[in-house]
């Protein structure tokens, strides 16, 4: 990032009034995402492309190809990893992976997928744990681009050192390249992973209930959200849940100061898995 | 000028440097203090917990969404970044490495600026890269108050020299200068 000073400050009316411009006309709605995240990435953008104001970017975003996807993907960080917090899984294979073999058909579903390297650490360990053909894996992610990359399962081959020791301390069974094969600078995910996976584009803040699910997973999306946002997309994914079905977030996201905490149970207070213990309204 | 908050950013040799900083602070102080210091992704948090033990000051892990209070001091996780935004509560976030760093020290002073314009003190201590020095900038260019911890008292000085090189740091002094500087002015 460059060391250029921000000549520019950006008044919060401004700002208000240029994710109100990107809902109404792109649809995606960023007005209860954090704001210092948001204000930072605006401001980095408009220092990047040497513009003097919001206005000269909100003006190239409406009127110029390609600026609105910039900005879908300075605010979507879509960073991400394989095996990501090793105990996160290691908790899922010994307090959730038993209670879901009990069912003969499991559906999950891993909301703000990324690029699908969470989508498929955990179809890895649905495999070993031998519950993979039963289940029905829903992937998504409200950015199209990284959806299209998850679909191929193709990844930088320097990342496979790091994702090695995560899947390691996961609790893996087997030898992690068992599970790829290299080619010049990438590795190639098994087919078998992907067989019973389906990305799709989803917009937690827009879109409605997805379908009804045994497992949510949603890691580290909520921590871009407001409260009252967080509460909005929680209280979708209680709707989501069976009862008895389990949610996982990420290590700094909790359900603690939410609306819907006493209708779940702690099943991993540092890992954050819950389970939902009531019955859906409807 | 009355300071509401401080943010420091430290890095190799750090540790050692907070915890003369606050050994050193006078038993009245009470101004928020934040931290970025710099750990490997897979390090487990101890910072807070080493530096709390004989302090006057509540000192922390930042949590999500968690206001900013007096006589409490608030350290990134390790892996993430922490921002504050501009009601005085922080945010953590996973974006990507800035300066290879993840806290970044840049990200928690340019967001600090921001929300406290010129009532920020920003620090700068040891450390073996140049993070922290656009938010140097930032911090002065909204008339807050910049310090470098001094070169030659540094246990790695290539981070303070590069906040002194941006021209927009006010002091350049030892970690007990600033420790009885900060206890000063913000009594
Ligand atoms: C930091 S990544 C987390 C990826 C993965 N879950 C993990 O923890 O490694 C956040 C993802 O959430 C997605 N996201 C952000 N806002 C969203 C929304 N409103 N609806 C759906 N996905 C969203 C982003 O596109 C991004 O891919």
């Not at chain 1, 997309?233 to 389990?246: A, D, N, P, Y």
């Not at chain 2, 210091?37 to 910072?47: A, I, K, P």
């Not at chain 2, 892990?61 to 350290?75: C, F, M, P, T, W």
Request: include cysteine; charge should be negative; hydrophobic fraction near 40%.
């Amino acid at each position: 990032m460059s060391l250029i000073e921000h000549k520019i400050n950006i008044q919060n009316n401004e700002l208000e009034f240029f994710l109100e411009i990107i809902f109404r006309v792109f649809g995606y709605d960023f007005r209860n995402y954090n704001k210092a995240h948001v204000k930072r990435r605006i401001l980095h953008r408009i220092n990047n492309l040497e513009l003097q104001s919001i206005s000269q970017l909100q003006h190239k975003v409406l009127y110029e190809e390609g600026y609105f996807d910039m900005i879908l993907r300075d605010l979507s960080i879509n960073v991400t990893e394989m095996f990501r917090d090793p105990g996160f899984y290691k908790s899922m294979r010994e307090e959730v992976i038993p209670i879901l073999r009990t069912y003969p058909y499991i559906k999950i579903w891993h909301a703000g997928c990324a690029t699908g390297e969470e989508v498929y650490s955990f179809a890895i360990l649905l495999q070993e744990e031998g519950l993979y053909e039963r289940a029905q894996i829903y992937a998504t992610d409200f950015n199209p681009v990284v959806l299209e990359v998850a679909k191929k399962a193709i990844y930088p081959v320097q990342k496979i050192k790091d994702y090695t020791l995560n899947y390691q301390e996961s609790g893996g069974k087997n030898l992690f390249s068992e599970y790829y094969v290299a080619r010049y600078d990438s590795v190639i995910f098994d087919q078998s992973l992907k067989k019973n996976i389906v990305f799709a584009e989803h917009n937690l803040v827009t879109d409605s209930v997805f379908a009804e699910v045994n497992l949510i997973i949603c890691r580290n999306v909520l921590i871009y959200f407001n409260k009252e946002l967080q509460n909005k997309v929680i209280s979708l994914f209680t709707e989501s849940l069976i009862k008895g079905g389990f949610l996982g977030l990420g290590s700094k996201e909790n359900l603690m100061f939410t609306d819907v905490f006493n209708q779940y149970q702690v099943i991993d207070s540092k890992e954050k898995i819950y389970k939902k213990i009531v019955t859906s309204l409807k | 000028m009355s300071y509401e908050a401080i943010v420091i950013g430290s890095s190799a040799g750090g540790l050692k440097a907070l915890k003369i900083i606050f050994d050193n602070l006078n038993q009245s102080f009470t101004t928020p203090i934040i931290i970025a210091q710099h750990t490997s992704s897979r390090s487990e948090s101890y910072l807070a917990t080493f530096l709390n033990q004989d302090s006057h000051l509540t000192i922390k892990e930042a949590e999500s969404g968690e206001k900013i209070l007096r006589s409490h001091v608030y350290i990134a996780p390790p892996n993430f970044h922490l921002l504050v935004e501009e009601d005085f509560t922080m945010n953590l976030t996973v974006d990507e490495k800035v300066n290879y760093s993840r806290p970044s020290i840049d990200i928690l002073f340019e967001t600090a600026a921001l929300a406290y314009k010129n009532q920020l003190i920003g620090i700068i201590l040891t450390g073996a890269n140049n993070d922290g020095a656009f938010g140097i900038k930032q911090i002065n260019s909204f008339g807050g108050l910049t310090i470098a911890q001094s070169p030659e008292s540094a246990e790695v000085p290539i981070m303070p020299q590069a906040a002194i090189n941006t021209g927009c740091i006010d002091k350049i002094i030892t970690l007990e200068e600033i420790a009885e500087l900060i206890s000063s002015i913000c009594n």
